[in-house]
């Protein structure tokens, strides 16, 4: 009986968990065409793993289907807009671009339509963050791309719909809250006459890891503080968190991913025994005032590319909008000289960016396209493919979806992509933990980064940082920085054929 018990638990938690998607997969912000039963069995045979190595698959040099662009060599390429747009679409592209763009200034300002700055921010725009809409860029390379997450454990019972929710679900776990003074993350700017909330510092430790053939890699380990705190101290109990500026390429079509096919990946409690237990993130929408699955932001944290622009003009800019309407952006009611400053809203556009300028900037940002592949067809490419399925990396990295069939969005309807992610948490071990809890995901947890466009990182950024805080400084570092879920594949990364290893960077940097 004790041997059964386990079991039956694991299919209790398991029927709760599929009752319970049935809320969070609900797709509000999609003009859905459902699928035929037929267009199902061809997405199954079309989106089945390889079996033949010996060349590429059908498609495969389309990673965004028809939205795909030709790959350029500047460092434009991830600026593109998608390849199948139409033509009469280009102009609500290139207006997005423009507040993608737009310098912020404070208020009061003669420039009306740009005031409203901070009072505390971590940039003045959208792209000084996501340079050149690829990633951020590091403070040693004299960028803003990188800023701290705050908040400290939460205590007493679940206060907000989505904290209810979630313990429903998942029972009592640790969970976090904003900082009470210093709210979401750090702001290391600020406007005249109010202060900054301080600086984050970092140091590395470097550590040689040794690989086989003789080979090795240098790993930095970070070491993360706050220097010149603005609003006192932050307390034993601060946990912080970095996030690097994430690349923008191809957010339209991961939006447009079925969160049933994203969801029918999920094994949270590893019923196939693989060692690989995929969880979805769980948020409560602003917009829709509803539970829906997280898709943005290193873990999972918004729903929607609206929503994600919209928690980033109020925290990393301090810009109001109709989902975050405080004219004060993300400060607090303990920073008084922030609150009472002057912001910029309370004009005819009534937030500091309004609906219309938020729905622009979400449609740039949902038609960043995605380069073509390249080399494909090189021997040593279609080798470390191979090795990147045997390995088992695509059991986290899934190579395919085919996104819903919408209305009014042709760039994003019906297209078989290759996001190389399967757009939920994972455990990625101890080296890579930040030790916060955010919603679902606990202080181990992080979502599949996409990998599409990774090869053309440094010919877009200028430097290669990867990973939620840029610590690695080139592919191979990044892959042996997992652990957790990937410890295994890890280790057989470490331990592979040095031909084989440089076979799989080969194909990594052809994405």
Same mark, same amino acid.
């Given at each position: 009986?004790?041997?059964?018990?386990?079991?039956?638990?694991?299919?209790?938690?398991?029927?709760?968990?599929?009752?319970?998607?049935?809320?969070?997969?609900?797709?509000?912000?999609?003009?859905?065409?459902?699928?035929?039963?037929?267009?199902?069995?061809?997405?199954?045979?079309?989106?089945?793993?390889?079996?033949?190595?010996?060349?590429?698959?059908?498609?495969?040099?389309?990673?965004?289907?028809?939205?795909?662009?030709?790959?350029?060599?500047?460092?434009?390429?991830?600026?593109?807009?998608?390849?199948?747009?139409?033509?009469?679409?280009?102009?609500?592209?290139?207006?997005?671009?423009?507040?993608?763009?737009?310098?912020?200034?404070?208020?009061?300002?003669?420039?009306?339509?740009?005031?409203?700055?901070?009072?505390?921010?971590?940039?003045?725009?959208?792209?000084?963050?996501?340079?050149?809409?690829?990633?951020?860029?590091?403070?040693?390379?004299?960028?803003?791309?990188?800023?701290?997450?705050?908040?400290?454990?939460?205590?007493?019972?679940?206060?907000?719909?989505?904290?209810?929710?979630?313990? $429903? %679900?998942? #029972?009592?776990?640790?969970?976090?809250?904003?900082? @009470? +003074? &210093? /709210?979401?993350?750090?702001?290391?700017?600020?406007?005249?006459?109010?202060?900054?909330?301080?600086?984050?510092?970092?140091?590395?430790?470097?550590?040689?890891? $040794? %690989?086989? #053939?003789?080979?090795?890699?240098?790993?930095?380990? @970070? +070491? &993360? /503080?706050?220097?010149?705190?603005?609003?006192?101290?932050?307390?034993?109990?601060?946990?912080?968190?970095?996030?690097?500026?994430?690349?923008?390429?191809?957010?339209? %079509?991961?939006?447009?991913?079925?969160?049933?096919?994203?969801?029918?990946?999920?094994?949270?409690?590893?019923?196939?025994?693989?060692?690989?237990?995929?969880?979805?993130?769980?948020?409560?929408?602003?917009?829709?005032?509803?539970?829906?699955?997280?898709?943005?932001?290193?873990?999972?944290?918004?729903?929607?590319?609206?929503?994600?622009?919209?928690?980033?003009?109020?925290?990393?800019?301090?810009?109001?909008?109709?989902?975050?309407?405080?004219?004060?952006?993300?400060?607090?009611?303990?920073?008084?000289?922030?609150?009472?400053?002057?912001?910029?809203?309370?004009?005819?556009?009534?937030?500091?960016?309004?609906?219309?300028?938020?729905?622009?900037?979400?449609?740039?940002?949902?038609?960043?396209?995605?380069?073509?592949?390249?080399?494909?067809?090189?021997?040593?490419?279609?080798?470390?493919?191979?090795?990147?399925?045997?390995?088992?990396?695509?059991?986290?990295?899934?190579?395919?979806?085919?996104?819903?069939?919408?209305?009014?969005?042709?760039?994003?309807?019906?297209?078989?992509?290759?996001?190389?992610?399967?757009?939920?948490?994972?455990?990625?071990?101890?080296?890579?933990?930040?030790?916060?809890?955010?919603?679902?995901?606990?202080?181990?947890?992080?979502?599949?980064?996409?990998?599409?466009?990774?090869?053309?990182?440094?010919?877009?950024?200028?430097?290669?940082?990867?990973?939620?805080?840029?610590?690695?400084?080139?592919?191979?570092?990044?892959?042996?920085?997992?652990?957790?879920?990937?410890?295994?594949?890890?280790?057989?990364?470490?331990?592979?054929?040095?031909?084989?290893?440089?076979?799989?960077?080969?194909?990594?940097?052809?994405?």
């Amino acid at each position: 009986m004790r041997s059964v018990t386990p079991v039956i638990l694991l299919i209790c938690a398991a029927v709760a968990t599929q009752a319970a998607s049935s809320e969070y997969a609900a797709e509000p912000h999609l003009p859905i065409v459902p699928r035929t039963a037929e267009e199902a069995a061809r997405i199954d045979a079309v989106t089945a793993p390889p079996t033949d190595f010996s060349a590429p698959e059908t498609f495969e040099e389309n990673p965004a289907g028809a939205a795909t662009v030709r790959a350029r060599t500047t460092a434009d390429a991830f600026s593109q807009s998608s390849g199948n747009i139409p033509f009469e679409r280009e102009l609500d592209f290139k207006v997005g671009n423009g507040l993608f763009k737009k310098l912020w200034v404070s208020s009061p300002s003669s420039t009306k339509a740009s005031d409203g700055l901070g009072p505390v921010y971590n940039a003045r725009s959208c792209q000084r963050c996501h340079v050149k809409d690829g990633r951020g860029k590091m403070p040693e390379d004299d960028g803003a791309g990188l800023f701290l997450r705050l908040s400290v454990p939460q205590s007493g019972p679940a206060d907000s719909e989505i904290d209810r929710y979630l313990e $429903a %679900l998942d #029972g009592d776990v640790p969970r976090a809250m904003p900082h @009470p +003074v &210093y /709210g979401a993350q750090l702001q290391d700017h600020a406007v005249q006459g109010v202060p900054a909330e301080g600086q984050m510092t970092v140091r590395y430790e470097p550590r040689e890891v $040794a %690989l086989s #053939g003789g080979d090795s890699v240098t790993l930095h380990d @970070p +070491v &993360y /503080g706050v220097e010149a705190p603005g609003y006192g101290p932050l307390g034993d109990t601060t946990m912080i968190s970095p996030r690097l500026a994430p690349q923008m390429i191809g957010l339209g %079509l991961l939006e447009a991913i079925p969160a049933a096919d994203i969801l029918a990946n999920a094994d949270p409690y590893d019923a196939d025994g693989d060692g690989i237990s995929g969880r979805a993130q769980i948020v409560w929408s602003h917009e829709f005032d509803r539970p829906m699955l997280g898709r943005f932001g290193w873990k999972a944290g918004n729903p929607t590319i609206r929503e994600q622009a919209a928690s980033a003009f109020a925290g990393d800019i301090g810009i109001s909008s109709p989902l975050f309407t405080d004219g004060f952006g993300e400060c607090t009611a303990r920073q008084d000289a922030c609150v009472t400053a002057p912001h910029g809203d309370g004009d005819a556009r009534e937030t500091e960016i309004d609906a219309e300028g938020l729905d622009l900037v979400t449609f740039y940002s949902r038609n960043l396209a995605v380069p073509a592949r390249r080399d494909i067809d090189a021997p040593e490419v279609l080798r470390g493919k191979q090795v990147f399925h045997e390995t088992g990396c695509a059991s986290c990295h899934t190579p395919k979806f085919v996104t819903h069939r919408l209305e009014d969005q042709p760039e994003q309807s019906f297209q078989l992509i290759w996001p190389m992610t399967d757009m939920l948490l994972h455990d990625m071990g101890d080296g890579l933990a930040d030790n916060r809890p955010e919603l679902r995901a606990t202080g181990r947890e992080w979502r599949t980064a996409p990998l599409w466009g990774l090869g053309m990182t440094r010919q877009v950024s200028g430097a290669e940082h990867y990973l939620h805080d840029g610590r690695a400084r080139s592919i191979l570092e990044a892959v042996m920085w997992h652990g957790g879920e990937a410890e295994a594949a890890k280790t057989r990364v470490a331990e592979m054929p040095k031909p084989d290893r440089d076979a799989l960077i080969r194909y990594l940097e052809s994405l």
